[in-house]
Structures are given as C-alpha cells and as structure tokens.
C-alpha cells in the first residue's frame, strides 16, 4: 500500500452509533485507520427497519449476516422466477387433452362431439404441436434476447430496482396467461403475446441475481457453494409443476395465476431488502483472487473487540494489504465481455445444454402422459416430471463440488455430458416398463442433463466475470452472465421446437436429437478440456519432482553418518553409500509407479 494513503475497516455499528476509535496505543505504530463509509441512499426501507429494532446477534458478524441474507433471498428469487415459468409445461396436457375416455356435458352440439376434442381448449385442439411448439419457441427466444440486454442495462442501473420490476412484471404476464381462462379467450395471438412479454421480463432474472451474488461472495469454493444455490431451478420447477397440478384438471387459469402472484410479490421482498453491495452498508468487497484473503478473513477481523489492543494492532497490519478505498467499477461491452477466454466455448456448449434440459422442461409431462399407456393422469404427469428436477439438484451440487476439488470446470461437465447420453438412451428402452424404472431413470437422466447446465450458467460465469483482467469488476458479471445464459437461452428456445416437430415422427426421435445435442455439447468444450488436463500433467510432474528431490536429501540424511570418513574405514563407506543408492531407487520407482 502507497506511504499515506487512508486505510478502511468494516466495523460493526448500527444506524447512528459509529464506535469512535479512541484509543492512542492501538494505533500508535500504524497508520490512521477509518470506517468504511455507508451509502444511506442504497440502504432499503425493510434493512433500516431490521437494523433499528432487532439487534443484531452476538454470535454472528454483520458480513455474514448480509452474506446469508442475499444467499437466501436470491435463492427465493429465482425459485419464484422458475415457479412461474413452469406452468405452460403442465398445461399443455389439458390444452390438447383427448376426448375419447370423457363423459360429455349434456349441451354439447351432435357436431362437437363428432370432432371428439370438445373437452380440447380451441385453438389447441388441432395441430397443438405445432402450435405449442410456436409457443415454446417464442417464449425461449424473447427470453434469450431479453437477457442478453437485460445483462447490458442491469449493470448501469440499480440491481434492486431492476430485480424488482423484473419479478413484478413476469408476475403479470403470468397472471394475463391465466385469465384466458375466465375471459373465455380462444385466439392463439392472445396466449402468443403473453408468453412473448413473459419471456422478456423472465430474461431480468439471471442478470440479477448473479451480479448479487458475486458482489458478496469471494472465490473461495465458490464451485460448490452455487451447486447448492443453483438448486433453486430444480426446486422452482417442482414447486412450479406441484402447485400447477392442483387445478389443472379443474381451472387451469389458476395453474398460472397463483405462480404469478408468488413472483410479484417476491418483488416487493426484493424491494424492501436486497442491499446491492457490501459498500453499501460499510463493509469491504470480496476477494476475487485466488492467492489473497478471502471474505471469512475479512469477517474476522470486523468482529475484533474494540478493547482488545493486541488483536486490533494485528488487525491493522493485516488490512493494511487487504483494505483499500473503494475504487469506481465501470460496466463492460458486450463484445469486451465475448473477448474474456472461455466465455465463447461455455456459451455454445450450453447452448445444446439447455436445448436438451428445456425440452424436457416442456414436454416432460406429455411425454410421460403418452408414454404411460393411460397409467397416468394429467396431475400425476405433472408430479412424476418433478423427479426429474429432484435428480437435476444432486447434480448440480455433484458438479460445483467436483468442481472445487479438481479446478477443471470444463472437465467435469464434459464427463457428465458423457453419462448422460448412456441414460438418454435407456430412457428410450425401458420409459414403459412401469413407474419404479421410469423414476430412477428421471433421477438419473436429470442429474447428468443438469450438472452442466448448472455449473455453467453459476460458477463459471462468475469465474470468467471476475477475472484478473476485469480488475475485480464485478460489473462485468451481468454482461458475462447475460451473453453465456442469452446464448444458453437460444438453445433452450430452439430445444424444444426441434422436440415438438419430431415428436410427430414418435419419440424416439426426439431421444436421438437429445444424443446428438450432448455430444455436440461435448465437442465445444474439447479444447478446454484438453488445456486443464495438460495443466494436471504439468502440475503432477513439477510435485513428483519436488518430491525426489526431498528424497534423495533423506535417503542421504539417514545412510550416510557425517561421521564417518571413507579413509577410516573405506569397506564400510562403500556399503552405506550402496545401501542408500539402493534405497533412492525404490522410492523413486514407488512414486512414479
């Protein structure tokens, strides 16, 4: 640190009650040290509230505290946004549902009931394919298209302002959705539009939340701690698919309205408590690097006594490498963020990724509803596609911890790319030999389909939005994380309607495209993968070479005595100086071995 310059500590105050740091020996050999300044402004109403009456506990620091409470309230955020996008996925069943097992309502028309789809909601009662898949397309695409410029203008304006208009206004368009069915609406114009709007405002979602995360978490072990966050799209897709089964058979609209009302009420959650950043509320940015300390360090030593002069005096010397002013952080282009070495490959790779996660988003339950031969019903299609996202939450987590351990990203993902085309393949042979075998191949399939898709759109876009090339700007992570999960995006709108097509020809076509897609995903990420194992041989022969080095000093530590000179008694010098040579061999050969 420059000679002179200011030094900042996080401490712990509340609103109007800054500690005053009086006294002269704690710092009498170090530099004048200040608390970091809050941003009133940025402070939300329901922080102040909490802040003014509830104390804040004596086990715990303040930077964990907000730590955990972004942790928790992104978690619930997406959760909500995944919860609302569910519904169409249920519905469809009921939308184009068969006539032919029904009992018709007496005032049906002898021409209504020849047709044999007046139980059907006009228009889907013919050609709903092809219909649904024009539906699917034009959501996935204006929410592809939506995030990506939702990651532009995310970093130029207030996250929780946009968050919360995002959830607010996603909310509606669900409930409009809903209404089509209590106004009575049969023009495909009408649902084409909600799902268009629903898709746009949906895109606001991920360019937010990410950026919220990696304003407060350092790097440290960060692959596993957004395996286990990143379980809110598996959770947020069965919350979804359960709460829209309770009145799919009966009043659909409700499927869409209650998901709607959870969302926009999230978004006064967000309104009321998001806090942007930690600068905001006095305390210090994470650490993005990998050789410097990272936030529990940092949380430490805010939580040192004030009357302990010892532990403030190590506390000063400490900061005074980690502390610094706070230093302005300007958004990035587009095209700067396409630039960053690993984002063009991660964005293709998910792109097939996601085409083959929201195909089963979309048809999952028609699928098991046709596949069933008349076992299953509407509702319990919709339960049954939840399992899917149970195994999609183990794999997620399974991914970010593998991830950790063995820093190669590309690695773990191309492996589970890999098992997911054998499961793929059993969901083909075996989807029809009863309900156990079906839901232990959805586990299967769905924590090798998800794995990827989750490591790529969390861990990895924060990785590459943090990079030391950003200068720790951690508002390139809603451009990076816009343009990865945009790409992604367009794949997940192109999924499903190559799936709606070919699933006119019979489902096994649909399986063989979802093949195809894994390996091609596979195929995006060789040359990565190639680097991190060229990295692993790199780093295994520098650590077996330090390791013979250190034997060869303890082979001649133990054989051969200082003591001994060969002039004194050269026979015996001889064996020692064998017996050692001997000893450096075999160890060599057991640790090459």
Same mark, same amino acid.
């Given at each position: 640190?420059?000679?002179?310059?200011?030094?900042?500590?996080?401490?712990?105050?509340?609103?109007?009650?800054?500690?005053?740091?009086?006294?002269?020996?704690?710092?009498?050999?170090?530099?004048?040290?200040?608390?970091?300044?809050?941003?009133?402004?940025?402070?939300?109403?329901?922080?102040?509230?909490?802040?003014?009456?509830?104390?804040?506990?004596?086990?715990?620091?303040?930077?964990?505290?907000?730590?955990?409470?972004?942790?928790?309230?992104?978690?619930?955020?997406?959760?909500?946004?995944?919860?609302?996008?569910?519904?169409?996925?249920?519905?469809?069943?009921?939308?184009?549902?068969?006539?032919?097992?029904?009992?018709?309502?007496?005032?049906?028309?002898?021409?209504?009931?020849?047709?044999?789809?007046?139980?059907?909601?006009?228009?889907?009662?013919?050609?709903?394919?092809?219909?649904?898949?024009?539906?699917?397309?034009?959501?996935?695409?204006?929410?592809?298209?939506?995030?990506?410029?939702?990651?532009?203008?995310?970093?130029?304006?207030?996250?929780?302002?946009?968050?919360?208009?995002?959830?607010?206004?996603?909310?509606?368009?669900?409930?409009?959705?809903?209404?089509?069915?209590?106004?009575?609406?049969?023009?495909?114009?009408?649902?084409?539009?909600?799902?268009?709007?629903?898709?746009?405002?949906?895109?606001?979602?991920?360019?937010?939340?990410?950026?919220?995360?990696?304003?407060?978490?350092?790097?440290?072990?960060?692959?596993?701690?957004?395996?286990?966050?990143?379980?809110?799209?598996?959770?947020?897709?069965?919350?979804?698919?359960?709460?829209?089964?309770?009145?799919?058979?009966?009043?659909?609209?409700?499927?869409?309205?209650?998901?709607?009302?959870?969302?926009?009420?999230?978004?006064?959650?967000?309104?009321?408590?998001?806090?942007?950043?930690?600068?905001?509320?006095?305390?210090?940015?994470?650490?993005?690097?990998?050789?410097?300390?990272?936030?529990?360090?940092?949380?430490?030593?805010?939580?040192?006594?004030?009357?302990?002069?010892?532990?403030?005096?190590?506390?000063?010397?400490?900061?005074?490498?980690?502390?610094?002013?706070?230093?302005?952080?300007?958004?990035?282009?587009?095209?700067?963020?396409?630039?960053?070495?690993?984002?063009?490959?991660?964005?293709?790779?998910?792109?097939?990724?996601?085409?083959?996660?929201?195909?089963?988003?979309?048809?999952?339950?028609?699928?098991?509803?046709?596949?069933?031969?008349?076992?299953?019903?509407?509702?319990?299609?919709?339960?049954?596609?939840?399992?899917?996202?149970?195994?999609?939450?183990?794999?997620?987590?399974?991914?970010?911890?593998?991830?950790?351990?063995?820093?190669?990203?590309?690695?773990?993902?191309?492996?589970?790319?890999?098992?997911?085309?054998?499961?793929?393949?059993?969901?083909?042979?075996?989807?029809?030999?009863?309900?156990?075998? @079906?839901?232990?191949? +959805?586990?299967? =399939?769905?924590?090798?389909?998800?794995?990827? %898709?989750? *490591? /790529?759109?969390?861990? !990895?876009?924060?990785?590459?939005?943090?990079?030391?090339?950003?200068?720790?700007?951690?508002?390139?992570?809603?451009?990076?994380?816009?343009?990865?999960?945009?790409?992604?995006?367009?794949?997940?709108?192109?999924?499903? @309607?190559?799936?709606? +097509?070919?699933? =006119?020809?019979?489902?096994?076509?649909?399986? %063989?495209? *979802? /093949?195809?897609?894994? !390996?091609?995903?596979?195929?995006?990420?060789?040359?990565?993968?190639?680097?991190?194992?060229?990295?692993?041989?790199?780093?295994?022969?520098?650590?077996?070479?330090?390791?013979?080095?250190?034997?060869?000093?303890?082979?001649?530590?133990?054989? +051969?005595?200082?003591?001994?000179?060969?002039?004194?008694?050269?026979?015996?010098?001889?064996?020692?100086?064998?017996?050692?040579?001997?000893?450096?061999?075999?160890?060599?050969?057991?640790?090459?071995?």
């Amino acid at each position: 640190m420059a000679v002179g310059a200011q030094q900042y500590v996080a401490v712990p105050f509340d609103d109007g009650a800054r500690p005053v740091l009086n006294s002269p020996p704690v710092f009498a050999s170090s530099p004048r040290m200040t608390p970091l300044p809050e941003n009133p402004a940025a402070i939300p109403y329901g922080v102040r509230f909490i802040r003014r009456f509830i104390p804040l506990p004596a086990c715990c620091s303040r930077l964990a505290i907000y730590r955990a409470s972004i942790l928790t309230l992104t978690y619930i955020f997406y959760v909500s946004y995944h919860l609302a996008r569910r519904p169409m996925g249920v519905v469809k069943n009921v939308l184009k549902q068969s006539c032919a097992n029904m009992t018709p309502p007496p005032d049906l028309t002898e021409c209504e009931l020849r047709n044999g789809t007046w139980c059907a909601w006009e228009p889907f009662d013919k050609d709903s394919q092809k219909l649904f898949s024009a539906l699917d397309f034009t959501y996935r695409f204006s929410y592809a298209v939506g995030m990506i410029f939702a990651g532009h203008i995310a970093e130029r304006t207030d996250l929780r302002i946009f968050i919360t208009w995002g959830m607010i206004l996603s909310g509606a368009w669900a409930i409009i959705n809903g209404m089509a069915y209590f106004w009575k609406i049969h023009f495909f114009s009408f649902f084409l539009m909600a799902q268009l709007f629903g898709g746009i405002f949906q895109g606001t979602g991920w360019p937010s939340v990410v950026p919220l995360m990696g304003n407060w978490f350092g790097k440290h072990r960060l692959g596993f701690i957004f395996g286990v966050w990143n379980s809110h799209t598996s959770v947020g897709n069965i919350l979804g698919a359960v709460i829209a089964g309770v009145w799919v058979n009966h009043e659909w609209g409700y499927s869409f309205i209650v998901p709607g009302l959870i969302i926009a009420a999230c978004g006064v959650i967000a309104y009321l408590f998001v806090v942007v950043k930690p600068e905001d509320v006095g305390l210090p940015e994470p650490d993005h690097t990998e050789d410097s300390l990272n936030t529990t360090t940092i949380s430490e030593i805010s939580d040192i006594s004030l009357n302990d002069h010892g532990k403030l005096e190590k506390a000063a010397v400490t900061l005074d490498v980690v502390m610094e002013p706070p230093h302005e952080k300007k958004p990035i282009t587009m095209m700067h963020a396409i630039k960053i070495p690993g984002v063009i490959e991660f964005s293709l790779c998910l792109f097939f990724s996601k085409a083959v996660y929201y195909t089963f988003f979309f048809w999952l339950p028609v699928y098991i509803k046709e596949t069933s031969n008349g076992a299953v019903d509407n509702h319990a299609a919709a339960d049954l596609s939840a399992v899917f996202d149970a195994g999609g939450i183990i794999g997620g987590i399974l991914a970010g911890a593998l991830s950790d351990a063995t820093g190669g990203s590309a690695t773990v993902s191309g492996a589970m790319f890999i098992l997911a085309i054998p499961s793929l393949y059993l969901m083909i042979l075996y989807v029809s030999q009863g309900l156990t075998i @079906l839901i232990v191949l +959805l586990v299967i =399939t769905g924590l090798f389909v998800n794995g990827p %898709y989750a *490591l /790529i759109t969390t861990a !990895v876009s924060t990785d590459l939005g943090t990079r030391p090339s950003l200068t720790k700007n951690t508002k390139a992570l809603a451009t990076v994380a816009g343009v990865i999960d945009g790409m992604g995006s367009l794949g997940s709108a192109f999924g499903p @309607l190559v799936a709606g +097509l070919l699933s =006119t020809y019979g489902w096994q076509a649909v399986f %063989y495209f *979802l /093949i195809i897609a894994q !390996v091609v995903a596979l195929l995006c990420l060789t040359r990565l993968i190639y680097r991190e194992i060229v990295h692993w041989c790199s780093k295994g022969k520098a650590v077996r070479k330090d390791s013979i080095t250190s034997i060869n000093g303890i082979a001649n530590d133990h054989y +051969l005595p200082p003591n001994l000179s060969a002039a004194d008694d050269p026979k015996e010098a001889k064996r020692l100086q064998e017996s050692a040579n001997g000893f450096v061999v075999n160890i060599r050969r057991n640790s090459i071995g």
